[in-house]
C-alpha cells in the first residue's frame, strides 16, 4: 500500500513515498532543512531521489541526501544547466502576487548555489519507477522549467513541483520559463481527472479546472 509523508520545510515540501519496504524523496528543498529531511528519511529505504526541477529549492539538499542516503538523483536532462546556474532559464510571471515571487526568486538565485552533484538517472514522459518499487510514472511537463517533471502515483496522487502552485492559493504557476508551455501542462494535469495534487510550495488540493 502508497504511503505518502509530506516533509514541510519553511514555505516548501519534499515528499516521501513509500510502499512496503521501497521509498523515495521527491524534492530536498533548501540547505537549512537537510536534517530535519535526513531525521525524516531515517526509517525509510530511500532507493530514490527524485527533482521535480533544478532550482536551488528543489535541489539544494540533492548531493548531500544521495550521499547519506547512499541514494542516485534523478531528474529530467532538460535542467541540467539549472543546477550550474538558476539564471539559465529566464523567468517571467504573471499578476502582482506572481511579480512578488518572482523578484524573491531572483534574489535567491543571485545568493543561493547548489552543491555539485552528478543525477545518474534521467527520467522523462512516461518512464516507469517500478525498479525502484513504487508504481509511478512520469509526466514532463514543461514551462516553469524546460524540464520540469510530476510523478504520477497509482494514477491517484499527482506530484506537480512548481508546474502549479499554492503559495497563496492553488493556481497556475505565478513564475515560468515558458507561458504557454506552463498552460498546456496546467490542461494537462487538469484533463488527468480525479487526483490529489501535491505542490513544490503548499498544502494538497484535489484536482480541478486549472485554466
Not at 127 to 137: H, M, N
Not at 144 to 152: C, E, M, P
Request: charged share 25%; hydrophobic share 40%; net charge neutral.
Amino acid at each position: 500500500m502508497t504511503r505518502i509523508e509530506r516533509i514541510k520545510c519553511d514555505n516548501g515540501n519534499c515528499y516521501i513515498v513509500s510502499d512496503n519496504e521501497n521509498a523515495i524523496l521527491i524534492d530536498t528543498c533548501k540547505s537549512d532543512s537537510v536534517d530535519k529531511i535526513l531525521h525524516i528519511c531515517k526509517p525509510y529505504s530511500i532507493r530514490l531521489i527524485l527533482l521535480t526541477h533544478g532550482h536551488f529549492d528543489h535541489a539544494q539538499n540533492a548531493a548531500a541526501l544521495s550521499k547519506t542516503l547512499n541514494a542516485p538523483v534523478a531528474m529530467h536532462r532538460a535542467d541540467m544547466k539549472l543546477l550550474a546556474d538558476n539564471n539559465s532559464q529566464t523567468l517571467d510571471s504573471k499578476g502582482l502576487l506572481g511579480k512578488i515571487v518572482l523578484n524573491a526568486s531572483l534574489k535567491s538565485f543571485a545568493r543561493e548555489k547548489i552543491p555539485p552533484f552528478t543525477p545518474t538517472v534521467f527520467l522523462d514522459e512516461d518512464d516507469s519507477l517500478e525498479e525502484y518499487g513504487i508504481r509511478a510514472k512520469i509526466l514532463h511537463l514543461p514551462g516553469h522549467t524546460d524540464g520540469s517533471i510530476a510523478v504520477d502515483i497509482a494514477e491517484e496522487h499527482l506530484f506537480v513541483g512548481d508546474a502549479l502552485m499554492n503559495m497563496f492559493y492553488p493556481t497556475t504557476s505565478m513564475i515560468f520559463h515558458d507561458k504557454a508551455e506552463m498552460l498546456k501542462s496546467a490542461e494537462r494535469i487538469s484533463s488527468l481527472g480525479k487526483r490529489t495534487i501535491y505542490f513544490g510550495h503548499g498544502k494538497p488540493v484535489p484536482n480541478r479546472n486549472w485554466i
